[in-house]
């Protein structure tokens, strides 16, 4: 069934399913200060309805400007409105999840399982893209997980330090479509640095 965000237990289940990092546990869009900026206000907006009208965001800017805390908080909330888990992922971990299972002696998993996951997840964060290394199968690789997002229509959250012109032009022009995406710019100095 679908978890209500009831305390405790689910609140852990949640944490352990949607894969969201200890350090950003208690990351809430109602947290981000200051309320009154743009970013917890296109947030609210992300996950008012499900799915969301625009169902892709992108979250841009410097490093430690709070775009991982503000991703966190819109899985939260989603579980906690629309009962639905977020899939957290750090990009160069998936890329290594990825890599792990090309390797057939050791492989736990096979690409297409984690295909699978990815593309089941009602929503799908993406942190941190632009920070990995680009190599010829990570390209495409992560091209086909965002045009899947973009051309069902499913939900996906990125975030990234990158500017925009450094990543792939493809990616780019899914993510910043006015149709189906919306695009949010933090500003500020590192919040990690205060």
Not at 14 to 24: A, E, G, H, Q
Not at 28 to 49: E, G, H, K, M, N
Not at 80 to 106: C, I, M, P, T
Request: include cysteine; glycine fraction near 8%.
């Amino acid at each position: 069934g679908v978890g209500g965000s009831a305390g405790g237990d689910g609140e852990d289940a949640f944490l352990r399913r949607s894969r969201i990092p200890s350090r950003y546990a208690e990351c809430r869009i109602d947290t981000w200060l200051p309320q009154s900026a743009r970013p917890p206000l296109a947030a609210r907006t992300y996950c008012a309805a499900w799915p969301p009208e625009k169902p892709l965001l992108l979250l841009t800017g410097n490093r430690g400007t709070g775009k991982t805390h503000l991703a966190c908080g819109i899985a939260h909330e989603v579980w906690a409105q629309h009962g639905k888990v977020a899939a957290f992922w750090n990009v160069q971990s998936l890329l290594e999840r990825y890599k792990a299972s090309y390797d057939e002696d050791r492989a736990t998993e096979r690409p297409e399982q984690i295909d699978r996951a990815i593309d089941a997840a009602p929503l799908l964060i993406l942190d941190d893209f632009g920070a990995h290394q680009d190599t010829k199968w990570s390209d495409p690789l992560l091209y086909r997980i965002v045009d899947t997002r973009y051309a069902n229509g499913l939900p996906l959250v990125m975030t990234t330090n990158s500017n925009l012109v450094d990543l792939a032009q493809r990616i780019v022009s899914r993510m910043s479509d006015a149709r189906v995406a919306v695009f949010v710019q933090f500003t500020g100095p590192d919040r990690r640095m205060e």
